[in-house]
Structure formats: structure tokens, C-alpha cells
């Protein structure tokens, strides 16, 4: 944990001190647990490489473009990074819609469905992980659009680096069924679904704890392969 006073301003606000003073207790688990994600993605990152290859050959061959996709979030401090995923669009398709998908999303391609299904699409973010960038379980990273329009009480999650997986992304992780119906899907994202979503976040902050990280972990894998089914 870094000190108070080396938080940006933005963060330093009664509603973060909260949770700052409760994660500052947390210093040697803190540590445990960026040494067990710096371990598990280096060794999960050998076992995988070949796999990687193979996804990353069907992306090729399914559409035009690159096979990896890049965009700028936001982690811990409100520092901004560039999170890795494998392609799962059409090329260009930050430009030809919204910055969240829904179900049937256009711009989604035939092997992306299936990448998105198993989440498999996100392996490429334990680079992100050993770089120290992200963490395995933590908020979602949001795009800096998003984080400019957080409550002071929803800076806290920035006090960790940005997650894979959540218990709130296992809560809402058919949010997609929610913005279908929805006229503006922006709206409904930041005004009903993220402040749900920080709810989670925030109570995970709370009680945080290394066992914490791994029961989560559990049930992520569960609730991917129980959507597998």
C-alpha cells in the first residue's frame, strides 16, 4: 500500500479514507497476494503460450485485423494502462458503437462469440498481470470516460490495481441482458448498472481477505464453465 499523501487528489476524500485505512491493515496479505498473481500468470502464461497461438491463428483466419485488441484503462491510482484482449471485434469497432456491448452486438465476430462465451478472450490480460498492471481478482478497469464520473466513495477501488474477475462481474456477468432493451445503453450503464456493480466492489474492499481472492477465483471458474454448459 502507498501513503495518504502519495494518493492523487482526486482520491483523497473522507469516503476513500474508510477503505484506505482498512486495506493499510492488510500490508502482508497485500503482498501475498501480488506474489501469488506475479507466480500463477507466469506459470499459467507458459502453459497456455501454445493455446495462444492456436486462438490467435482462428482470429486471423475468421476476420480482418489484429489479434490483439488494446484499450486504455484506468488502475489502481488512476494510473491509465493498456489492457490486452484478443480480438474479439470487427476491426475498428470502438469507432462503429458504444464502448459496452450487448447481446448480438454486430461488431462481434463468429470466433469472438465463442472467446467471449469462456471468457477466453481475456488470457492475454496476464501479461497485464506480471506487468503488475492487474491483479486476478479486483474492480473491472473502467475507461477513463467512466472513472471522471465516479462518486468520491467509488474512488476507493483505485486504491488496488484493476481485476480480472469480481464478484461483481459474477453478479452482473449477464449484464448484456439488461442494456438490450435499454434506448440509451450509456446511460443505463453508468446511471443503474455500475453503481450496482460498485456496491460489490466496495464490499469486497471492506472485507477484503487473501482467502477472500480465492473463493472468488472458485466461482468464477464455476460460473464460466457452468455457462459453458
Known amino acids: 500500500m502507498q501513503n495518504w499523501n502519495e494518493l492523487p487528489e482526486i482520491m483523497k476524500n473522507e469516503k476513500v479514507k474508510k477503505y484506505f485505512k482498512i486495506l493499510n491493515k492488510q500490508k502482508k496479505s497485500l503482498l501475498g497476494k501480488r506474489i501469488f498473481d506475479f507466480v500463477v500468470a507466469v506459470v499459467l502464461l507458459l502453459i497456455v503460450s501454445f493455446f495462444m497461438l492456436i486462438i490467435a491463428f482462428l482470429i486471423k483466419l475468421d476476420s480482418r485485423g489484429k489479434v490483439f485488441y488494446k484499450q486504455t484503462r484506468v488502475t ?3 494510473e491509465l ?11 475498428n469497432a470502438d469507432q462503429k458503437g458504444y464502448l459496452v456491448t450487448i447481446d448480438n452486438d454486430q461488431r462481434i465476430t463468429k470466433i469472438g462469440n465463442i472467446l467471449r462465451k469462456y471468457r477466453l478472450d481475456e488470457v492475454p490480460q496476464l501479461l497485464n498481470i506480471i506487468k503488475g498492471d492487474m491483479t486476478f481478482v479486483g474492480t473491472r478497469p ?5 472513472v471522471n464520473q465516479y462518486s468520491d466513495e467509488m474512488y476507493a477501488t483505485l486504491l488496488l490495481p484493476a481485476g480480472v474477475t469480481s464478484l461483481a462481474s459474477i453478479k452482473f456477468k449477464n449484464e448484456q441482458n439488461l442494456l ?4 440509451d445503453i450509456e446511460k443505463t450503464y453508468m446511471n443503474t448498472i455500475l453503481p450496482q456493480k ?7 474492499l471492506e472485507n477484503y481477505s487473501f482467502l477472500g481472492d480465492m473463493k472468488i477465483l472458485l466461482v468464477t471458474l ?7 454448459d
Open 76 to 78: 489502481k491510482n488512476g
Open 142 to 146: 473502467e475507461v477513463a470516460r467512466y
Open 180 to 183: 438490450n432493451s435499454s434506448k
Open 81 to 91: 494502462f493498456s489492457i490486452y484482449k484478443f480480438r474479439t471485434m470487427c476491426e
Open 198 to 204: 460498485m456496491k460489490y466492489n466496495l464490499e469486497y
Open 222 to 228: 464455476k460460473a464460466v464453465l457452468k455457462k459453458g
